[in-house]
Structures are given as structure tokens and as C-alpha cells.
């Protein structure tokens, strides 16, 4: 297994910590909105991983927490006079649903800030022990990167920006222009704060990750976790924090490797909410089935930026219909095994640094070989079993495949038309059933008029949307 090390800048054969074992810990949202386009690609890309880990053997292991307290947060419940559990609970719960409707398996472990005080206040403590964190006159607590001789490793540069280090207001008491914020101590009674040992306030965004990567993984002494990932955008200054940080404080590296994936643009726009042009995922899948976006958002290598297009959304649909048709060829029928040399080649693929074009063009192959082989022999159920299980496995490591054909293709069919569609179905099932065969020939001809094919199996009739 192959990834490329985002601080190495290069490919490196994974050699977990454990024999067999991965652990992995992604930065998740900041929950006072709507997930957009960005999350589902980072998520997606993470998913690809944990998935392909699997399939290689390994025990995973995956951390994604929710930061759920934040100034954005404290923000929206100044503007709706909600409280702050109700705004986070429920875009928790959307991204959650939204994330599920993509196929992303749900994380092993999903930690919440605020449920992690404690272990954010003893990792600062600690910090404050060794004067490497200091407190200011306000309360305010600071990570002095002057004690951290490798500080900047991680990204290979350094700013010396005060806002995009800390996200707190400028103060002369910084030791450090560099240095930023592990706790911000409460300006007002009515803030949003929680008590510790050195002031009332709320964690920094940094401290957090660290705290909660040293509470829920117990390392080898030499690295906390295997894997650390998230966006590019990450990796300076929250990455580059968060390791310093650990670092300072547990006496190793919080990371074996370091993954990051692209941006997402919109039509070549880096997506940006401060643009304007921020595609909120919710209305695509308004628009689009979950597993159609998620094979779009995975047909472009994870670490490469990603331009999302209607136009290519549609092509890469076009591509996904062909395995469905093949899948419907295959019915009624049951999986067997899939096809050594296949199964092969996508753990190759994927294990290349998840090279998901690889694995997509050998599945374009298979489709195309098995439809040959169908034409010239059409009732070679054993062949078909194969085929079948060759889905099931791409279902497994790509998380694309596993619907039912004929209710894949009824995906944007609008309710009236199915209501009318289950209808006439239940109208020429009565018909066969009295043997009124001109009726029923009648009514499948009405079907065809309306752009609907129909299969009758022992499970009963299946239907698509032409």
C-alpha cells in the first residue's frame, strides 16, 4: 500500500504502527452550517481510504470529529436566540444524513469539542508546565512556537499573519508574532465559556484535534496515530499547529503520514463562501442521487483539485448507467465469487495512492468484456455469477454498484409518473392473472409510450425509466 506523504511530498509504503492495523484521524466540520461540495469531497476521499484499507486487511481504525464550539457557532446563536446544542445538533445530524446519502461509512469514533474539555485542559496544562503555553493578562492562552524547534515540518513555511494563525485579536503580550491560540478567555458575561485552571473562556480551534487524538488513540510512543488527513487548506496553519503542539506536549510526532486533498472549484472557482459561489451539498442532492455524486466527486484523483461541472457530472452519470445496465443483464441471478485477476487489479489501483483512474478504467474494461461475453452466450450463469460478484466487490472498495438496477434508473422519475408507472403494473398483473393477454400487451404497450421498460421476475415486475 502506497500513499503519498503530504510533508515527504512524495509516495511511501504504508507500515502502520500496529502490525495489521490502521488508525486514522480526519478533521471534520465545524458544525453552524450546511455541509458544501468541499466536505463531501474530503469526506469521499477518506472513505476511498478506509474502504481500501479494508479490502487490503488491515483493522481500521477512523477518528472524524465535530467542532462544536467556535466563533462562527457562537455567531448563529447571537442571530437565531437558539441555543448552541440545538444549532450544532442539527447540522451535526444533517451532515451526518447528507454524508450517508454519498455512501460514506460512518467513523468509528466522532468526538465532539465539547465533550472533550477535559482532555483539552490537560493538554494545555501541560503545555503551560513546560512554558511552552503561557497565559496573558487576559486569560488568553498561547503556544510559544519559539520552543518548537521544528516548527513549520509539517507545511515547510511559516506566516507570520497574526488572524490566519490564531483567529483571535492582535495583543503585545504575544511572546511571538507566530504564536497562537490554544484558549480564548471569555470578553463578557453572556459569552459562550467554560471553566479550567487557568481561565473561563472556550479551546482554541487547533487544540482541540490534539487533545482528542491523544484521548482516543494510544500510539507506539515514536507516533499517536497512523494517518492524519483533510483538506490542503489544512495543512497551514491547523496541521502545522496541531503537530506542534502534540509534539510539545507527548515527546513524539502526532502523525506517521500526513494526507490532504484538493479544493473544489465551480467551473474553475476555488468554492469559497466569501465568493459567493459555494455549492451547499444539500442542493445537489436535491437535484442528484448520493451514490451519482459520489462516483463524480471520486472520478478525479483525491489530491488533485477538483472543477465541479453539470456537464461533466452528466458524462460521468452516462458512465455509471453502463454498469447498472450491465447489472441488469445479470438479473435474476445470485453472486458467486468475483474474478481473481479483476479483484487484483482494483486493490492495485487503489493500493497506488488510491489511483481511482486506474480502477475506473479496468471497470470500464470488465463492463465492456462482459457484455461481449453475454452477447455470444447469454445463459452462462456461471459467468454471471462472477460478474455479479465482480459488482459486489466494486460496491465494496468504491462504494458505487449496490443499488438494485431497475430502482437505479428510476432515480428523477417525480412521484406523479410512479404513482401512474405501479398502477398500470398492478393493472397487468390482474390482467395476466385472468388471462386477458390483449390487455395485458395493451398496457405494456402504454408503458413503452410513456419511456417505461419493464422485467418480470419471480420477485415481481421491475421497471425503469428509459
Same mark, same amino acid.
Given at each position: 500500500?502506497?500513499?503519498?506523504?503530504?510533508?515527504?511530498?512524495k509516495?511511501?509504503?504504508?507500515?502502520?504502527?500496529?502490525?495489521?492495523?490502521?488508525?486514522?484521524?480526519?478533521?471534520g466540520?465545524?458544525v453552524?452550517?450546511?455541509?458544501?461540495?468541499?466536505?463531501?469531497?474530503?469526506?469521499?476521499?477518506?472513505?476511498?481510504?478506509?474502504?481500501?484499507?479494508?479490502?487490503?486487511?488491515?483493522?481500521?481504525?477512523?477518528?472524524?470529529? @465535530?467542532?462544536?464550539?467556535?466563533?462562527?457557532?457562537?455567531?448563529?446563536?447571537?442571530?437565531?436566540?437558539?441555543?448552541?446544542?440545538?444549532?450544532?445538533?442539527?447540522?451535526?445530524?444533517?451532515y451526518?444524513?447528507?454524508m450517508?446519502?454519498?455512501?460514506?461509512?460512518?467513523?468509528?469514533?466522532?468526538?465532539?469539542?465539547?465533550?472533550?474539555?477535559?482532555? &483539552?485542559?490537560?493538554?494545555?496544562?501541560?503545555?503551560?508546565?513546560?512554558?511552552?503555553?503561557?497565559?496573558?493578562?487576559?486569560?488568553?492562552?498561547?503556544?510559544?512556537?519559539?520552543?518548537?524547534?521544528?516548527?513549520?515540518?509539517?507545511?515547510?513555511?511559516?506566516?507570520?499573519?497574526?488572524?490566519?494563525?490564531?483567529?483571535?485579536?492582535?495583543?503585545?503580550?504575544?511572546?511571538?508574532?507566530?504564536?497562537?491560540a490554544?484558549?480564548?478567555?471569555?470578553?463578557?458575561?453572556?459569552?459562550?465559556?467554560?471553566?479550567?485552571? @487557568?481561565?473561563?473562556?472556550?479551546?482554541?480551534w487547533?487544540?482541540e484535534?490534539?487533545?482528542m487524538?491523544?484521548?482516543?488513540?494510544?500510539?507506539?510512543?515514536?507516533?499517536?496515530?497512523?494517518?492524519?488527513?483533510?483538506?490542503?487548506?489544512?495543512?497551514?496553519?491547523?496541521?502545522? /499547529?496541531?503537530?506542534?503542539?502534540?509534539?510539545?506536549?507527548t515527546?513524539?510526532?502526532?502523525?506517521?503520514?500526513?494526507?490532504?486533498?484538493?479544493?473544489?472549484?465551480?467551473?474553475?472557482? +476555488?468554492?469559497?463562501?466569501?465568493?459567493?459561489?459555494?455549492?451547499?451539498?444539500?442542493?445537489?442532492?436535491?437535484?442528484?442521487?448520493?451514490?451519482?455524486?459520489?462516483?463524480?466527486?471520486?472520478?478525479?484523483?483525491?489530491?488533485?483539485?477538483?472543477?465541479?461541472?453539470?456537464?461533466?457530472?452528466?458524462? /460521468?452519470k452516462?458512465?455509471?448507467?453502463?454498469?447498472?445496465?450491465?447489472?441488469?443483464?445479470?438479473?435474476?441471478?445470485?453472486?458467486?465469487?468475483?474474478?481473481?485477476?479483476?479483484? +487484483? =487489479?482494483?486493490?492495485?489501483?487503489?493500493?497506488?495512492?488510491?489511483?481511482?483512474s486506474?480502477?475506473?478504467?479496468?471497470?470500464?474494461?470488465?463492463?465492456?468484456?462482459?457484455?461481449?461475453?453475454?452477447?455470444?452466450?447469454?445463459?452462462?450463469?456461471?459467468?454471471?455469477?462472477?460478474?455479479?460478484? /465482480?459488482?459486489?466487490?466494486?460496491?465494496?472498495?468504491?462504494?458505487?454498484?449496490?443499488k438494485?438496477?431497475?430502482?437505479? @434508473?428510476?432515480?428523477?422519475?417525480?412521484?406523479?409518473?410512479?404513482?401512474?408507472?405501479?398502477?398500470? &403494473?398492478?393493472?397487468? =398483473?390482474?390482467?395476466?392473472?385472468?388471462?386477458?393477454?390483449?390487455?395485458?400487451?395493451?398496457?405494456?404497450?402504454?408503458?413503452?409510450?410513456?419511456?417505461?421498460?419493464?422485467?418480470?421476475?419471480?420477485?415481481?415486475t421491475?421497471?425503469?425509466?428509459?
Amino acid at each position: 500500500m502506497q500513499i503519498y506523504d503530504s510533508v515527504q511530498k512524495k509516495k511511501l509504503t504504508f507500515s502502520p504502527i500496529v502490525p495489521n492495523k490502521a488508525s486514522i484521524y480526519i478533521c471534520g466540520p465545524t458544525v453552524y452550517d450546511d455541509a458544501h461540495l468541499g466536505h463531501a469531497r474530503s469526506s469521499l476521499a477518506f472513505d476511498l481510504l478506509s474502504r481500501t484499507l479494508t479490502s487490503h486487511g488491515y483493522e481500521v481504525t477512523l477518528c472524524k470529529n @465535530f467542532t462544536d464550539i467556535d466563533d462562527k457557532i457562537i455567531k448563529k446563536v447571537e442571530e437565531t436566540g437558539k441555543s448552541m446544542e440545538e444549532i450544532t445538533s442539527f447540522y451535526i445530524d444533517r451532515y451526518l444524513s447528507e454524508m450517508t446519502a454519498l455512501g460514506i461509512q460512518r467513523a468509528n469514533i466522532e468526538p465532539k469539542a465539547t465533550e472533550s474539555l477535559d482532555a &483539552i485542559e490537560a493538554m494545555i496544562q501541560k503545555l503551560i508546565d513546560k512554558d511552552i503555553a503561557y497565559v496573558i493578562s487576559t486569560g488568553d492562552v498561547y503556544f510559544d512556537t519559539s520552543k518548537d524547534t521544528h516548527y513549520g515540518n509539517i507545511s515547510h513555511r511559516v506566516a507570520d499573519d497574526e488572524d490566519s494563525q490564531s483567529r483571535v485579536e492582535h495583543t503585545t503580550e504575544k511572546r511571538n508574532p507566530k504564536d497562537f491560540a490554544l484558549w480564548k478567555a471569555c470578553k463578557g458575561e453572556d459569552d459562550i465559556c467554560f471553566d479550567t485552571h @487557568f481561565s473561563r473562556g472556550r479551546p482554541g480551534w487547533h487544540i482541540e484535534c490534539s487533545a482528542m487524538i491523544e484521548k482516543h488513540f494510544t500510539g507506539n510512543g515514536e507516533y499517536s496515530i497512523d494517518i492524519h488527513g483533510g483538506g490542503a487548506d489544512l495543512l497551514f496553519p491547523h496541521h502545522e /499547529n496541531e503537530a506542534a503542539q502534540s509534539r510539545c506536549a507527548t515527546g513524539h510526532e502526532l502523525a506517521k503520514y500526513w494526507m490532504h486533498n484538493g479544493f473544489v472549484q465551480i467551473d474553475g472557482e +476555488k468554492m469559497s463562501k466569501s465568493l459567493g459561489n459555494s455549492f451547499f451539498l444539500k442542493d445537489a442532492l436535491k437535484l442528484y442521487d448520493g451514490e451519482i455524486l459520489r462516483y463524480y466527486l471520486n472520478s478525479i484523483h483525491y489530491r488533485n483539485d477538483f472543477n465541479f461541472s453539470e456537464e461533466e457530472l452528466q458524462l /460521468n452519470k452516462k458512465r455509471l448507467d453502463k454498469l447498472y445496465r450491465l447489472k441488469k443483464r445479470l438479473m435474476p441471478g445470485k453472486a458467486s465469487l468475483p474474478n481473481k485477476t479483476f479483484k +487484483k =487489479l482494483l486493490l492495485d489501483d487503489m493500493a497506488d495512492d488510491l489511483n481511482i483512474s486506474m480502477a475506473l478504467a479496468h471497470i470500464d474494461e470488465m463492463i465492456a468484456t462482459a457484455n461481449d461475453t453475454l452477447d455470444n452466450n447469454p445463459k452462462d450463469k456461471g459467468f454471471k455469477k462472477e460478474t455479479l460478484a /465482480n459488482i459486489e466487490f466494486i460496491d465494496e472498495i468504491l462504494g458505487f454498484g449496490g443499488k438494485e438496477p431497475f430502482s437505479y @434508473f428510476q432515480i428523477g422519475v417525480d412521484d406523479a409518473l410512479k404513482e401512474k408507472v405501479e398502477t398500470l &403494473i398492478e393493472a397487468r =398483473l390482474e390482467a395476466k392473472k385472468n388471462r386477458d393477454f390483449s390487455r395485458s400487451d395493451a398496457i405494456r404497450e402504454e408503458l413503452t409510450a410513456l419511456g417505461i421498460s419493464i422485467m418480470d421476475t419471480p420477485d415481481g415486475t421491475l421497471w425503469e425509466k428509459s
